[in-house]
């Protein structure tokens, strides 16, 4: 069973960091495109990054790059975004997706805020 789980999220101030995490289980972790998005109030659910562990292909949408950074660990089946320099319109519900023969997994998402 395909399951991806986030966690790491918080209230932080700008200017500050968070890491979060994507636990993954139930597929062949490493060879498909793991990827984060987020959805800020009010707002559609946009695209952040993605990571190929097995190339170690990365992308980021436009506004992250310079700040955000992907990384895994194959042994503990997890994607990490490193989030740094975060700013007020960082706030969103970050979620972790993959694509496993031709179906879309989601998990809960979590909760990060950029507040003063």
């Known amino acids: 069973q395909v399951q991806v789980v986030e966690s790491g999220g918080g209230l932080v101030q700008p200017g500050g960091s968070l890491r979060l995490s994507c636990a993954a289980s139930g597929f062949t972790f490493r060879i498909y495109p793991m990827k984060w998005y987020r959805q800020a109030p009010g707002k559609e659910r946009e695209w952040v990054a993605t990571?190929?562990?097995?190339?170690?292909?990365?992308s980021y949408t436009d506004s992250v790059k310079g700040r955000f950074t992907l990384s895994t660990d194959n042994a503990k089946n997890k994607v990490y975004l490193q989030m740094n320099s975060l700013k007020l319109e960082d706030t969103a519900v970050y979620y972790c997706?993959?694509?496993?023969?031709?179906?879309?997994?989601w998990g809960r998402g979590t909760q990060v805020t950029v507040s003063s």
């Open positions: 990571i190929i562990s097995a190339t170690g292909s990365t």
């Open positions: 997706n993959t694509r496993v023969q031709n179906a879309d997994y």
